[in-house]
T-cell receptor, first 113, second 110 residues
């Protein structure tokens, strides 16, 4: 079974803090993704990566950065957290071979106070 | 802007009925289509994938694809209260990214 693990289920941070969200997958997938999900807005792509050290901006990259130093790990960084970044963050991974299905982690619910 | 549209619902059906969920997409070159189920507070999980025109059945679920009409649907037969969730339609063009629809909330009434 594919396993995508996000480091925290719930996180509470203060405005201005630097926040790291970690995601690890165990299926040797090439592709990894970070989304945020807000009521009424659906899933929005923040950043994605096709390979180690590669990153591409998604639809809403402002205020975020990412790091992919190892194939299995994809980190989302909020350089200076703001209240409008309070959201559910979902990590996903997929293989470049075969069916290209995205598998999701359990999600991190981040509250910025 | 590539778009995927779904009725937000809620769609309410009685237990045992057929639930029909619909999705339209704007990009004609879309190649792959997926249905995910998401329970409240949980992450999306894949139910079905479909790549060619026609029907694909898996247990109580049937996905239908019509590329000419840019339309994909999900039928759930013998709906159960445990099917109550939000159903997300996702579309993939060339490349690895998906475009997700906003989701349809389904409520199956006992």
């Amino acid at each position: 079974d594919v396993k995508v693990t996000q480091s925290s289920r719930y996180l509470v941070k203060r405005t201005g803090e630097k926040v790291f969200l970690e995601c690890v997958q165990d299926m040797d997938h090439e592709n990894m993704f970070w989304y945020r999900q807000d009521p009424g807005l659906g899933l929005r792509l923040i950043y994605f990566s096709y390979d180690v050290k590669m990153k591409e901006k998604g639809d809403i990259p402002e205020g975020y950065s990412v790091s992919r130093e190892k194939k299995e790990r994809f980190s989302l960084i909020l350089e200076s957290a703001s209240t409008n970044q309070t959201s559910m963050y979902l990590c996903a991974s997929s293989s470049s071979k075969g069916e290209n299905i995205q598998y999701f982690g359990a999600g991190t619910r981040l509250s910025v106070l | 802007q590539k778009e995927v549209e779904q009725n937000s619902g809620p769609l309410s059906v009685p237990e045992g009925a057929i639930a029909s969920l619909n999705c339209t997409y704007s990009d004609r070159v879309s190649q792959s289509f997926f249905w995910y189920r998401q329970y409240s507070g949980k992450s999306p999980e894949l139910i079905m994938s479909i790549y060619s025109n026609g029907d694909k059945e898996d247990g109580r679920f049937t996905a239908q694809l019509n590329k000419a009409s840019q339309y994909v649907s999900l039928l759930i037969r013998d709906s159960q209260p445990s099917d109550s969730a939000t159903y997300l339609c996702a579309v993939n063009n060339y490349g690895q990214n998906f475009v997700f629809g906003p989701g349809t909330r389904l409520s199956v009434l006992p």
